[in-house]
């Protein structure tokens, strides 16, 4: 059977002449067979809305679930953190917009906290905060001086150290908030406390007590007070009343039984 099988390739390429070459050198067309659809390509990082439209062109099954721990049902303006695709369906996993995806799926995000900016110059803090508040606000931390600013980390506060920050270090900001800064210039001492005033004679409470006016129920002369108990002419008390030496009763009457030496 070898010998036969030889034998006919050998009268095959005999016969094929000078046409053998051209046959040889035209070049054979490929034909590509796909059993299943081709995933849409990675959808991380983009909203839901659009990688839910773009995979389900495709013809794959799509889903979407939150990525964090919340179990919040998705909106389409969530971002994909995560995506796991088979040949028949794409699963997304997904955050709401501006929330930072978390390390892995159904983890907590992973909000950045509050620094604390205290000492720091309004610049820096301006830095330091950067995307995770939302505006960053300079005022006087006296309040008899005046500064306004916001995410300004050139003008005329900038080098103003901060005294006290009206978000406390540490929080999460899950929200942006916008964060106020009470400062002093560069070389002042900060307040032992917001409110206070600089100048103390500036202070509306330390003007009310420097002008105060005189109680009218005393009298600065004469040390005597209105209800004091004394007058000349009012009558007296058990409490009040002291025999004299003589005996008898005060003007008015006795009010108990007469002293020794009997009333007069």
Not at 200 to 209: A, G, V
């Amino acid at each position: 059977m070898a010998v036969l099988a030889v034998v006919l390739l050998l009268l095959l390429l005999g016969s094929c002449g000078n046409d053998c070459d051209d046959a040889a050198a035209t070049p054979k067309a490929r034909v590509t067979i796909t059993a299943t659809p081709s995933p849409a390509g990675s959808q991380v990082g983009k909203r839901v809305d659009s990688a839910l439209e773009r995979v389900r062109q495709t013809g794959l099954s799509v889903v979407v679930h939150d990525a964090s721990d919340r179990d919040e049902k998705p909106d389409g303006n969530w971002t994909v953190c995560f995506e796991k695709a088979t040949l028949s369906k794409v699963d997304f996993a997904a955050v709401p917009d501006g929330a930072p995806c978390p390390k892995k799926d159904g983890q907590r995000l992973p909000w950045p906290k509050m620094p604390n900016v205290k000492g720091a110059t309004y610049a820096d803090a301006v830095e330091k905060l950067g995307d995770a508040v939302g505006a960053v606000t300079i005022e006087a931390a006296y309040e008899d001086e005046a500064a306004y600013d916001t995410d300004n980390e050139a003008g005329d506060y900038a080098n103003w150290k901060v005294c006290f920050q009206s978000v406390k270090a540490g929080t999460r900001l899950a929200h942006e908030p916008d964060v106020v800064l009470h400062a002093v210039e560069k070389d002042e001492a900060c307040p032992l406390s917001k409110g206070l005033y600089k100048n103390p004679k500036y202070d509306p409470d330390y003007l009310d007590r420097e002008y105060a006016d005189p109680d009218d129920g005393s009298s600065a002369e004469d040390g005597s007070s209105a209800d004091d108990g004394s007058s000349g002419d009012s009558g007296s008390s058990e409490e009040d009343y002291y025999p004299g030496d003589k005996g008898g009763c005060p003007p008015g009457g006795c009010y108990n039984p007469c002293p020794p030496g009997g009333c007069r």
